[in-house]
């Protein structure tokens, strides 16, 4: 008889050492905590779309390359046309792709705190994860220690998000071109959230030769696609295309993101309402007692709560019928923080009531 296998000797050690990444159960709430578009299509436009779909071909095989969803990218994002386009299943296969196309044991470096999928997927693959804290209470780069722990460790790939996730603010874009021109390795500009934020370093890829932007639809409004694209030289993403699984973009993600961003006002009009609401938002934490919101250029907010009271506050909201996002237990710089995502004026608003129910609780 085969002996019982034992999981301790079938798995890497790095794997047996991590905690899955948990995704809170958001039935019968307001939902504030991911960062979603809260905005449905318009009737008319879900009826144009769902007329293209009947042209999908499901018992075949999607186009590998995307080749109409890769044009219509370029072209509402105006890349230039000597840079190439890779799409991924969402940012976290991209952010796969890149680093598994690096060698073992390589050094990745990225600040703290920021997009918890880097320090994941980097750990999963046995690579060396290095991390440099922001600046406490601005979220800054702390440029001298960033270029210092280029010059210790000579990172092998680097990751800024900008906006950065979860503090909401845009680091100094002179700060990361130092990074960039300090760094050997290849610098990925993760700008998920750039609608919100009208900065770009995508006109900068042709400058440098070490230089990656990443973006994605979901923050958009097209969440549930899992669409996600990284712009930089054709030399660079004809050795990540080796990495990237065959047909990964489905034929109904190919369809319906065509769809989309050919009826980019749509979402524009929708972002444009967010930014709206994520002033007044800010407006509104600034007037609280006792509540420290933080500028952001994205679509959430983070905002410190009294000493050792934000899970008491996050639970008394969430009893509220709202769920935002819980930032204390990561430590460091985000104790006593927690996160709201911008949602519909109702729905902020049912977030702001219940939040001020809860201080008025601790009273």
Not at 18 to 45: C, Q
Not at 126 to 150: N, R, W
Request: proline letters at 6%; a negative charge.
């Amino acid at each position: 008889m085969t002996e019982k296998c034992a999981i301790t000797d079938i798995f890497r050690q790095e794997v047996l050492a991590m905690s899955a990444y948990k995704v809170a159960d958001a039935r019968g709430l307001i939902k504030l905590d991911a960062m979603e578009n809260p905005y449905n299509w318009p009737d008319e436009l879900v009826r144009e779309w769902l007329e293209t779909l009947k042209a999908c071909e499901l018992n075949r095989y999607p186009d590998p390359e995307a080749k109409q969803l890769v044009e219509t990218i370029k072209l509402q994002n105006t890349i230039p046309a000597e840079l190439d386009v890779l799409l991924g299943n969402g940012s976290d296969e991209i952010i796969q792709i890149l680093l598994m196309a690096l060698p073992p044991h390589a050094k990745v470096l990225s600040v703290q705190p920021s997009f918890v999928m880097y320090q994941q997927i980097s750990r999963s693959l046995g690579l060396d994860y290095i991390h440099v804290p922001l600046l406490a209470e601005s979220f800054e780069v702390d440029l001298p220690a960033m270029l210092a722990a280029i010059k210790t460790h000579q990172p092998h790939m680097i990751f800024l998000a900008y906006p950065n996730n979860p503090t909401g603010n845009l680091f100094n874009a002179e700060s990361i071109k130092d990074i960039i021109k300090a760094s050997k390795g290849l610098v990925v500009i993760d700008e998920a959230y750039a609608p919100f934020a009208n900065a770009s370093f995508i006109d900068e890829i042709s400058r440098y030769d070490n230089v990656l932007v990443m973006r994605t639809v979901s923050k958009l409004g097209l969440a549930g696609l899992r669409l996600g694209y990284l712009v930089g030289s054709p030399e660079i993403l004809e050795q990540l295309n080796k990495i990237r699984l065959p047909y990964n973009i489905n034929i109904l993600t190919q369809a319906t993101a065509h769809f989309a961003l050919t009826h980019h006002t749509v979402f524009d009009e929708q972002t444009g309402k967010i930014r709206e609401e994520r002033n007044r938002v800010f407006e509104q934490l600034n007037k609280q007692s006792g509540i420290m919101p933080y500028p952001s250029s994205a679509n959430f907010i983070l905002f410190k709560t009294p000493k050792n009271k934000a899970t008491q506050i996050f639970a008394a909201i969430k009893q509220q019928g709202v769920l935002i996002k819980n930032m204390t237990s990561q430590g460091g710089l985000l104790t006593d923080c927690l996160r709201v995502t911008i949602g519909k004026p109702e729905e902020n608003q049912a977030f702001l009531s219940a939040l001020n129910n809860s201080l008025d609780s601790l009273n």
